[in-house]
């Protein structure tokens, strides 16, 4: 298991396609998230219309807001990225057949696994932090440049949220690592990852998430549950298109980590059964 | 501890899920210390006997016992190197990261990879990306990565093909580098004269069966040993005349001659019989039996065993000594 591990991070670290996702996550967080958003609050176009004014509304962007802007900011991006990465972790291994290198050396195929579980686990939780700490320095700087005054979340606050942060991006690599050893095709796994992502979560979740029956089992997709958690961490104002979430955070939360759980579990079960040839 | 048998196999079946089968009823031997090639025609089940003795897929039926312990087990891995069907390796990393890659998962200390590296030549291209290696170049990492952990037996499928003629050479050599030290080495290979370069004994597989295993002399000479080549005009009557009073197995057209699996000594009371019937023999000589006939004649009939030789040995199994 720990010479999975170690071999794992020496793959990962020298992939260039995981940087530049790494890469991808970052800049839109800061760009989109934090520098845009800046720029059009403080110029706003002459025909902006919103029930809170952009001078309130720029606050979204100061170190009071840290945890419910990350969050928003990456609960899509993050979960597309993340599903790619996991994807391309395992899926990557039957393209090349190197998976069957790797089963050949001395672990057991359960211990190979846990190896490359550990590793995303890694990747998410350095992936967590930086973006957590850089959109920090971002706020700061923003406040800073504005003159204005912000207060920074309390120590519990930014725990829970960066413990929020970690538990959705891993959820999402264990969902594209399973799909990565379910259909062992890059293309298809991220392809059939994006698909549920955008039509199951973000269209079906968006459209239909007040129609009686449906409703009910929106209330067991990742999404919906990563949702609820993201939004009990309050902006510093009311937010005028504040949704009502469908569960609660702590019902979401505990789906998200029986989610991680199966995701990993059934990736497990496959690899641990499954045929490795060539075919 | 060395044991006699680094390769035991006992009805051994692969039936893969496209209802394929495979590999039928094996009974494999490989004793410690030998190079033993699985020589077949391609499709007759090399790889995916290879793949179960290395834990990658799973028996339909049957048992293996691969290093002393059950294929794929941590304990057999330790004690077995393999390269199965292709050179597997990660295209955006070098030679030599690659070898760190497999060097952490087997628990080795990367120390070994410089001296593997130079074994198989690779040393001045180790810092190139795999994706940058010819066939050979590939061929030969995927060697080094099955020596790394010092392996008691090293598993190579078809470690020539792909290969120039020179590059062919070398990894010959390098195989035979490789047996020192009591290692076992177990090869696949379609080709034969590949396997009479390299091995000490040779298991024919066809159609996912084992049809013969010895050495090379005793495939040989269990196997006819010498044919009659016959030239005859009208070459259709002279094959209808010789099945009638032979066995027609034993009759064979080859190169518009005919080829009898016959002992020579029935040559003259054969010419006599033919000419009797009016055909011209033109030719009629003793063939010392070439490798590539026995190796066509154990594989072409696969579903029953060949007849060895025109004599009473109707078993086309060739036991080793013993
Ligand atoms: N993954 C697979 N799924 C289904 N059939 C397979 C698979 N791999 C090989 N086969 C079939 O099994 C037979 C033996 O193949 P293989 O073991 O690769 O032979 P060889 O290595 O001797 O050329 C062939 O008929 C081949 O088509
Ligand atoms: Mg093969």
Same mark, same amino acid.
């Given at each position: 298991?720990i010479?999975?591990?170690?071999?794992e991070?020496?793959?990962?670290?020298? #992939?260039w396609a995981n940087?530049?996702l790494?890469g991808i996550?970052?800049?839109?967080?800061?760009?989109f998230?934090?520098?845009l958003?800046y720029v059009?609050?403080k110029n706003?176009?002459?025909?902006?219309?919103?029930p809170? *004014?952009?001078?309130?509304?720029?606050r979204?962007?100061?170190?009071e807001?840290?945890? *419910?802007?990350v969050?928003?900011?990456?609960?899509?991006?993050g979960?597309?990225?993340?599903?790619?990465?996991?994807?391309?972790?395992?899926?990557?291994?039957?393209g090349?057949l190197?998976?069957?290198?790797?089963l050949?050396?001395? *672990?057991?195929?359960v211990?190979?696994l846990?190896?490359?579980?550990?590793n995303?686990?890694?990747i998410t939780?350095i992936?967590s $932090?930086v973006a957590?700490?850089?959109?920090?320095?971002t706020s700061?700087?923003?406040?800073s440049?504005?003159?204005?005054?912000s207060?920074w979340?309390?120590?519990t606050?930014?725990?829970?949220g960066?413990?929020?942060?970690?538990?959705q991006?891993?959820?999402w690599?264990a969902?594209?690592?399973?799909?990565?050893?379910?259909? #062992?095709?890059?293309a298809?796994a991220?392809?059939?990852g994006?698909?549920?992502?955008?039509?199951?979560?973000?269209l079906?979740?968006?459209?239909?998430?007040?129609?009686?029956g449906?409703?009910?089992i929106?209330?067991?997709?990742?999404?919906?549950?990563?949702?609820?958690?993201? %939004?009990?961490?309050?902006?510093?104002f009311?937010?005028?298109?504040?949704?009502?979430?469908?569960?609660d %955070?702590?019902?979401g939360s505990?789906t998200l $980590?029986?989610?991680?759980?199966l995701?990993?579990?059934? %990736?497990?079960?496959?690899?641990?059964?499954?045929?490795?040839? %060539?075919? | 501890?060395?044991?006699?048998l680094?390769?035991?196999?006992? =009805?051994?079946?692969?039936?893969?899920?496209?209802?394929v089968?495979?590999? !039928?009823?094996?009974d494999?031997?490989?004793?410690?210390?030998?190079v033993y090639?699985?020589?077949?025609?391609?499709?007759?089940?090399?790889?995916? /006997?290879?793949?179960?003795?290395?834990?990658?897929?799973?028996?339909?039926s049957?048992s293996?016992?691969v290093a002393?312990a059950?294929p794929?087990?941590?304990?057999s891995?330790?004690?077995?190197?393999a390269?199965?069907?292709?050179?597997?390796?990660?295209p955006?990393l070098?030679?030599?990261?690659?070898l760190?890659v497999?060097?952490?998962?087997a628990?080795?200390?990367k120390?070994?990879?410089?001296?593997?590296?130079?074994?198989?030549d690779?040393?001045d291209r180790?810092?190139?990306?795999f994706k940058?290696y010819?066939t050979?170049?590939?061929?030969r990492l995927?060697?080094a990565?099955?020596l790394l952990?010092?392996?008691?037996?090293l598993i190579?499928d078809?470690?020539?093909?792909?290969? !120039?003629?020179q590059?062919?050479?070398?990894m010959?050599?390098l195989?035979k580098?490789?047996k020192?030290?009591?290692r076992t080495v177990l090869?696949?290979?379609?080709l034969?004269?590949?396997?009479?370069? /390299?091995?000490?004994?040779?298991?024919?597989?066809?159609?996912?069966k084992?049809?013969?295993e010895g050495?090379?002399?005793?495939?040989r000479?269990?196997?006819g040993?010498?044919?009659?080549r016959?030239?005859?005009?009208?070459?259709?009557?002279?094959?209808?005349?010789?099945?009638?009073f032979l066995?027609? !197995?034993?009759v064979?057209?080859?190169?518009?001659?005919?080829?009898?699996?016959?002992?020579?000594?029935q040559?003259?009371s054969?010419?006599?019989?033919l000419?009797?019937d009016?055909?011209?023999?033109?030719e009629?000589?003793?063939?010392?039996?070439?490798?590539?006939?026995?190796?066509l004649?154990l594989?072409?009939a696969?579903?029953?065993?060949t007849?060895?030789?025109?004599?009473?040995?109707?078993? =086309?199994?060739?036991?080793?000594?013993?």
């Amino acid at each position: 298991m720990i010479a999975s591990f170690r071999g794992e991070t020496l793959k990962s670290r020298k #992939r260039w396609a995981n940087w530049i996702l790494f890469g991808i996550l970052l800049i839109t967080l800061l760009l989109f998230g934090y520098v845009l958003s800046y720029v059009i609050f403080k110029n706003p176009p002459r025909n902006f219309q919103s029930p809170v *004014p952009a001078s309130v509304l720029i606050r979204r962007d100061f170190p009071e807001n840290l945890l *419910p802007t990350v969050l928003s900011s990456m609960s899509t991006i993050g979960a597309a990225i993340m599903i790619i990465l996991g994807s391309l972790s395992t899926a990557s291994e039957y393209g090349w057949l190197t998976v069957q290198t790797i089963l050949i050396q001395k *672990p057991g195929r359960v211990a190979v696994l846990v190896g490359k579980l550990l590793n995303l686990g890694l990747i998410t939780l350095i992936t967590s $932090v930086v973006a957590l700490g850089l959109a920090a320095l971002t706020s700061y700087l923003l406040v800073s440049i504005d003159g204005s005054s912000s207060a920074w979340p309390s120590a519990t606050e930014l725990l829970k949220g960066f413990g929020a942060l970690w538990l959705q991006l891993a959820v999402w690599t264990a969902f594209g690592m399973f799909l990565g050893i379910a259909f #062992r095709s890059t293309a298809a796994a991220i392809g059939g990852g994006l698909t549920y992502l955008f039509v199951g979560e973000a269209l079906i979740a968006g459209l239909l998430r007040d129609t009686p029956g449906i409703k009910e089992i929106l209330k067991f997709l990742p999404g919906v549950n990563g949702e609820a958690v993201n %939004a009990s961490f309050r902006l510093s104002f009311r937010s005028p298109n504040a949704a009502t979430q469908l569960v609660d %955070a702590s019902r979401g939360s505990i789906t998200l $980590v029986i989610y991680l759980l199966l995701f990993s579990i059934l %990736a497990l079960l496959i690899f641990q059964r499954r045929d490795v040839t %060539a075919g | 501890m060395a044991q006699a048998l680094a390769v035991e196999t006992h =009805g051994l079946t692969k039936r893969y899920s496209t209802g394929v089968l495979a590999v !039928d009823d094996l009974d494999l031997r490989v004793r410690t210390g030998e190079v033993y090639g699985f020589l077949g025609p391609n499709g007759a089940g090399k790889t995916t /006997t290879l793949r179960l003795l290395s834990g990658l897929i799973h028996p339909t039926s049957g048992s293996a016992i691969v290093a002393g312990a059950v294929p794929g087990s941590p304990a057999s891995l330790a004690r077995l190197g393999a390269m199965v069907e292709t050179p597997a390796f990660y295209p955006y990393l070098s030679g030599r990261d690659n070898l760190r890659v497999v060097a952490r998962y087997a628990g080795v200390p990367k120390s070994r990879i410089d001296p593997v590296l130079k074994l198989v030549d690779l040393t001045d291209r180790a810092k190139h990306k795999f994706k940058t290696y010819s066939t050979g170049m590939k061929q030969r990492l995927g060697v080094a990565a099955a020596l790394l952990k010092g392996p008691d037996l090293l598993i190579l499928d078809e470690p020539t093909s792909g290969l !120039d003629p020179q590059g062919t050479i070398e990894m010959r050599a390098l195989i035979k580098e490789l047996k020192q030290g009591g290692r076992t080495v177990l090869l696949s290979s379609h080709l034969l004269n590949e396997v009479e370069l /390299t091995c000490d004994r040779v298991g024919v597989i066809a159609k996912g069966k084992l049809v013969a295993e010895g050495t090379v002399d005793e495939l040989r000479a269990r196997s006819g040993g010498r044919t009659l080549r016959i030239h005859a005009t009208p070459l259709e009557q002279a094959q209808r005349l010789l099945e009638s009073f032979l066995n027609p !197995d034993q009759v064979r057209v080859i190169d518009g001659s005919l080829v009898l699996n016959v002992d020579p000594a029935q040559a003259a009371s054969i010419n006599r019989r033919l000419v009797a019937d009016g055909v011209d023999v033109s030719e009629l000589r003793v063939d010392e039996q070439s490798l590539e006939n026995v190796f066509l004649q154990l594989t072409e009939a696969p579903t029953q065993p060949t007849p060895a030789s025109g004599g009473g040995d109707r078993s =086309g199994k060739v036991e080793g000594n013993k």
